[in-house]
């Protein structure tokens, strides 16, 4: 079925350092993409999306784009600071029960000053 | 831009009590919400997704006895865990869709943190 697989946490990076977190998700079609982040204790906020093969999502200094060749969404941010630190969620938007969302396990991401 | 308004934030109940948690979206209209369940360290657990006016369509393993939602406008839905247990203790997030955003307008609340005693 269709599903969502990010890499494995935690993610533990000195602040200005590079971050890439991996997403790679199954699908027929080319369905939306999205990163959430949750920071402790909240719900989720969209970070970034994408809604068509090759585009880019970015906010914030993350990024991400749709590549439909790999299948994947990988998120990136060139310089992280210790408030990024978080869990972030790839999701792709599923066809049936209204679009629900298809979530990827999170990756926990600590940045150490 | 789009705000979902979640309450209670935190609950305590006793065991075997009932609890209602309310998902409102402020600022849209929407025609979906969906209702999740994450337990620590892991990832957001889909439970049920409703329509306003329609029941709700319950993911396979979720008893939709013991975990009543209503969406009876669209603005509001609640999610109801009847007779709690500790086992139910647990986050409680809500996500609304927005109708004039079908492509890809989801909101999340900011979740409700259940501890049953």
């Known amino acids: 079925g269709d599903s969502v697989t990010q890499m494995e946490g935690p993610v533990t990076l000195s602040e200005e350092a590079f971050l890439t977190i991996n997403c790679t998700y199954t699908a027929t079609g080319y369905p939306s993409l999205f990163w959430y982040v949750q920071y402790p204790g909240e719900g989720l906020q969209l970070l970034l999306k994408a809604t068509k093969a090759d585009d880019k999502g970015s906010n914030k200094g993350f990024e991400a784009t749709y590549r439909k060749e790999t299948t994947s969404f990988h998120l990136e941010k060139g310089s992280v600071q210790v408030s990024d630190s978080a869990v972030y969620f790839c999701?792709?938007?599923?066809?049936?029960?209204?679009?629900?969302?298809?979530f990827g396990q999170g990756t926990e991401l600590s940045v150490k000053p | 831009g789009a705000v979902v308004s979640q309450h209670p934030s935190r609950v305590i109940c006793k065991s075997g009590t009932s609890v209602k948690i309310e998902c409102r979206s402020l600022?849209?209209?929407?025609?979906?919400m969906f209702w999740y369940r994450q337990f620590p360290k892991q990832s957001l657990m889909l439970m049920a997704t409703s329509n306003e006016g329609s029941k709700a369509t319950y993911e396979q393993g979720v008893e939709k006895d013991k975990f009543l939602i209503n969406h009876a406008s669209l603005t509001l839905s609640t999610l109801t865990v009847t007779s709690a247990h500790p086992e139910d203790s647990s986050f409680y997030i809500c996500?609304?869709?927005?109708?004039?955003?079908?492509?890809?307008?989801?909101?999340f609340g900011s979740g409700t943190r259940l501890t049953v005693v």
């Open positions: 996500s609304a869709r927005d109708r004039e955003e079908l492509n890809y307008g989801y909101t």
């Open positions: 999701a792709r938007r599923g066809y049936n029960q209204g679009g629900k969302l298809i």
């Open positions: 600022d849209f209209q929407a025609t979906t």
